[in-house]
């Protein structure tokens, strides 16, 4: 019976060591921040989008330079060869398309495109929070931005929230990579450890509870 109590009291130690530690949560390094945002941390590389204002310069014809936005048809009108499709490539691509069709008239062209406005960037810099909150958003992104501006923006987590599993997805130059944001921890008790700031794309991801 003595060793019965024994083991007991060593199992309701046990349990009490392991419910007061908690895993050391996944969080992205400190080094990162706000200021390393930008177009080459979301996407390898940029394809172009309807509204995005494109200046195109034809070396030595200055005649076939133009500044124009890409129409909502995905298309812009080059002088000599007429509509071209410009949304879902780079622009690399499309000055080689051009070079293509303009050298049935201009002997050996060398054409540049320069983005000066994406608006495409704009769509792919949002912030977005979806599952188990109040309203699944779609946000721009704003420098300085945290988990809880992005949760509060969405209405907070609803009943049924698994709020301490919460996830964010971010990409980066090696890839998506899910951190921990121990969203019950942040709203209840305050503890701001996993409350960390937001970079253009992040997607924030709250789980029902199974129970």
Known sequence: MKKILTNLVILMLIAGMTAC????????PETISSQDAGPSV???????SVGDQLQINVWKNPELSLATPIRPDGKISVPLIGDVMAVGVTPEELALDIETKLSEYVKTPNVTVILTDLQGHAFLSRIR???SVVQNISMPYHQGMTVLDAILEAGSVDLF???NSTKLHRRTVE???????????ILESGD???NINL??????????STF
């Open 21 to 28: 530690t908690k895993t050391k949560p996944n969080l992205p």
């Open 42 to 48: 979301l996407v390898e590389s940029y394809k172009m």
């Open 129 to 131: 929070v979806t599952g």
């Open 161 to 163: 929230a698994n709020a």
């Open 175 to 185: 890839g998506t990579v899910a951190y921990d944001i121990r969203l019950k921890d």
């Open 192 to 194: 701001m450890t996993t």
């Open 199 to 208: 970079l253009p794309g992040d997607v924030i991801t709250v789980p029902q």
